[in-house]
C-alpha cells in the first residue's frame, strides 16, 4: 500500500516542495525585506530628529521642532497657528536646505 502512495507522488518530495519554496523567496526579497529596510531607516530618521528642524507630519502639517520631550518621547512644533505636541513617530520626514533653496529661488 505505501508503495502504491509513493509512486503516485512522483517519487520525489523536493521537486514538488520546488515551487513553493521559490513563491517564498520570491516574496521575501519583494515584499519583506523592502519592508524591513523602510521600518529600520524610518526608525533611525525619528532617533536623528533634532532641534531647529523643519519638519512634516504624517498628517501634513509643516513647523520647526523648538522642544524635545524625551521622556513622553514627544516633540513640540512650532506652527503657523502656534506651539503644538506631537508624538515622534508622527513626523513623516524632514524639510531638506536643499529644498528649501530650491522653492525660495523659484
Do not use: C, W
Not at 13 to 31: D, G, K, R, W
Not at 75 to 93: C, H, L
Amino acid at each position: 500500500m505505501y508503495t502504491t502512495i509513493f509512486l503516485q507522488t512522483g517519487g520525489g518530495s523536493l521537486a514538488s516542495m520546488l515551487p513553493f519554496l521559490l513563491m517564498f523567496v520570491v516574496i521575501y526579497f519583494f515584499m519583506i525585506r523592502p519592508q524591513m529596510k523602510r521600518a529600520k531607516n524610518e526608525k533611525k530618521f525619528q532617533s536623528s530628529i533634532a532641534k531647529g528642524n523643519k519638519i512634516v507630519t504624517s498628517s501634513g502639517i509643516h513647523g520647526k521642532i523648538v522642544d524635545i520631550v524625551d521622556s513622553d518621547n514627544t516633540v513640540i512644533v512650532e506652527t503657523g497657528a502656534g506651539k503644538i505636541k506631537f508624538e515622534r513617530s508622527a513626523i513623516s520626514m524632514e524639510l531638506s536646505k536643499k529644498y528649501e533653496t530650491s522653492v525660495e529661488s523659484k
